[in-house]
């Protein structure tokens, strides 16, 4: 865990824990390069889509011919609604990407708060606090997401808040685990017999080298809430006002493009989800290996 | 162990096991019951459309209705009849589904479909997924690792519904090698012919498959993982110095080693099959309770919807009870531990 063991400012430790891990990692160079790539993507889609459609909005019907084969102006073609394949897959790009991020990070927040009260009030309140972890994390929940997305009116924070109450257990399982190993370093012992109360410690000793474990935990819970929200946009539901890929999907689907033979509109969509996915993961891997020695001995990448 | 130890151990155990189920089953139930939504006045208004009969006296109807469903007074009676009716008469209460079949009819008549395709499937993934995976850690370094591991890796990332999606898409619409859905033919006649019997495999094909081609990566992965770690132990060294014969070694030594912590991942995974995959139900309309689920959920049948649940909550933490009492009983290293 040497790396982890940085002087110097909050900041000036992130960036130098983040080269640490860039240098010393392929799978992370790898998968943050197709990171970048997402982000680019979803953050200048609406100047990519204005660029290419010349100001119209992606997802309006009818603007061209519908079903149009491939081309140089439609590279992906036209979908079945008349509007350029590409350009509203790349705007369901973003709004994967947008309630992914939102529910990932509230699900952090759940996550983070249940472990340190956990971790650090240990006794009675570690047990009924773990006993509520293990209890969700076996409650079947894409179908009571299901349930509420079929009943409420979701909006992008209300689909996120429903996605995030599912997703925080295996986070808060994995940073409180973390604290507990922390807690018994002899640094922490240290400053608890240079007489700081356990409130300084968790936040001077322990919060900052759980850092990359947050990190790990927040990107496991965007995936998973992604996975999520794509399962229940597929078979239909969620916000109409968010075209989100599973969306896409849904709407190849359901008007039986498939049978007919337009491909892309399958495919297109689903090669994103999965980039998505790939390059979420191998940051995580690569972050994992860095700050988890024993996982790189057993990985042995 | 000593005998009193391991009962106390066992005791432990169950009693974590009770709760457990408890707690998630009350989580469950109240987030249900959050959703808003009226599924009598729905069901009773369903009605009156399709007989186009006007009922009188609405109120007292749904009233009645309310009563049968277990949907009258407040939440915490509707919470203690339900329970007391589930656990100790073994009862799920009636379908709006399919008023008034009981929901455990409805789910019994699904379950050997599920059971069948999903089980089936698992247990296949994990037996090609374990020998991959240790032939895979076995010649580490070298180029069929690296290759086969990526591969693994890479696949491993991709949903298991669009897997799904991407096979119908190529063996059923582009190549016509499976039909893309139901159970068996409709022209063939259900029971035990030969005819019905190639019908279902053939059917049962592209939902296994997907099952398998999600589960294969994430075996290989965990057990490639364990292997290069028990290579690493000086007890097979020790062995290896010694002169003991490579397939020995890996039966013997490594093998072994191996199917006690996969053995637990099975047991979890059978029960999580259940939740984590009834989309691949969906997709090709495979009467498993997938996707009972599925056409459960947009007339809020509580009831339905709960039991499936039920079920599965009760297979994940049950396997996980067997595994957690056996487990002391197989591996001598955790009986001194308790």
């Known amino acids: ?114 472990a340190v009260v956990a971790g650090f009030v240990g006794g009675k309140v570690d047990a009924i606090l773990n006993a509520m972890t293990n209890a969700v994390l ?108 599973g969306m896409l999907l849904n709407w190849a689907m359901t008007f039986g493009v498939m049978a007919q033979g337009y491909h892309i509109l399958v495919i297109g969509p689903a090669a994103f989800l999965v980039l998505i996915f790939i390059s979420f993961n191998l940051v995580n891997t690569g972050v994992e290996e860095i700050f988890n020695p024993r996982l790189k001995k057993i990985t042995g990448i | 162990m000593e005998k009193a130890q391991l009962l106390r151990y066992i005791a432990k155990r169950a009693l974590i096991y009770v709760i457990t189920m408890l707690v998630a089953f009350s989580v469950l139930f109240f987030f249900l019951r959050l959703i808003p939504g009226d599924p009598v006045s729905r069901f009773v208004r369903d009605i009156e459309v399709r007989y186009s009969y006007r009922i009188e006296n609405t109120q007292e109807i749904i009233d009645a209705y309310k009563e049968r469903f277990g949907l009258n007074g407040d939440l915490l009676t509707q919470y203690i009849s339900y329970m007391r009716r589930v656990f100790l ?29 999903l089980g089936v499937a698992t247990l296949m993934a994990w037996v090609i997924g374990i020998a991959a995976g240790t032939l895979v850690g076995w010649k580490r370094g070298t180029k069929l690792d690296s290759a086969l591991f990526s591969l693994a890796l890479c696949m491993s990332q991709i949903p298991y519904y669009l897997v799904a999606l991407l096979l119908v898409l190529v063996f059923a619409y582009v190549l016509g090698t499976f039909p893309p859905r139901w159970a068996f033919s409709p022209t063939v006649t259900p029971g035990l012919n030969l005819e019905f019997i190639a019908s279902v495999l053939k059917h049962a094909t592209l939902p296994a498959l997907s099952l398998i081609l999600v589960q294969v990566p994430s075996w290989v992965i965990s057990t490639r993982a364990l292997t290069i770690s028990i290579l690493g132990e000086d007890y097979l060294l020790y062995a290896q110095a010694k002169g003991v014969k490579k397939v020995r070694l890996l039966n013997r030594y490594v093998l072994r080693n191996i199917l006690l912590p996969q053995l637990t991942g099975l047991a979890m995974s059978l029960g999580f099959v259940m939740n984590g995959f009834f989309l691949i139900e969906w997709i090709f309309s495979y009467p498993g309770i997938g996707t009972l689920l599925v056409q459960a959920i947009p007339v809020l049948d509580y009831n339905t919807i709960q039991g499936i649940a039920l079920i599965s909550i009760f297979t994940v933490l049950s396997a996980n009870l067997i595994i957690d009492v056996l487990y002391p009983l197989v591996d001598p290293r955790i009986r001194t531990g308790g």
């Not at chain 1, 200048?44 to 309006?60: C, M, Q, V, W, Y």
């Open chain 1, 1 to 114: 865990m040497s790396q982890t063991f940085k002087k110097g400012t909050f900041l000036s430790r992130l960036r130098s824990e983040f080269l640490t891990v860039l240098k010393s990692s392929p799978v992370f160079r790898v998968g943050f390069v197709l990171l970048i790539i997402v982000f680019f993507l979803a953050i200048f889609e609406p100047a990519i889509n204005d660029f290419r459609l010349d100001g119209h909005p992606s997802t309006k019907f009818g603007v061209y011919e519908k079903l149009l084969p491939f081309s140089a102006e439609h590279p992906f073609g036209t979908d079945h609604f008349g509007r350029d394949t590409l350009a509203i897959q790349i705007t369901g790009l973003k709004f994967s990407l947008m309630i992914g991020l939102t529910a990932g990070g509230m699900a952090t927040l759940i996550a983070v708060f249940m």
């Open chain 2, 89 to 117: 008469e073994f009862d799920f209460g009636p379908s709006f589904l399919n008023f008034p079949t009981p929901a455990q009819n409805l789910i019994w008549r699904r379950l050997p479909w599920s059971i069948g395709f």
């Open chain 1, 138 to 245: 076996v409650i079947p929940t894409l179908p009571i997401l299901i349930a509420m997305a079929a009943y409420m009116r979701m909006n992008l924070w209300l689909i996120s808040l429903t996605l995030a109450i599912f997703s925080w257990p295996w986070a808060a399982r994995t940073i409180r685990a973390q604290i507990l190993s922390l807690k018994e370093m002899g640094y922490v012992e240290l400053a608890e017999m240079t007489g700081l109360n356990k409130f300084e410690i968790m936040f001077t000793e322990i919060l900052p080298n759980l850092i990359p474990f947050i990190g790990v935990g927040f990107s496991m819970a965007t995936i998973g809430a992604i996975l999520a929200e794509t399962g229940l946009r597929v078979i239909g539901l969620g916000p109409a006002e968010l075209p989100s890929l």
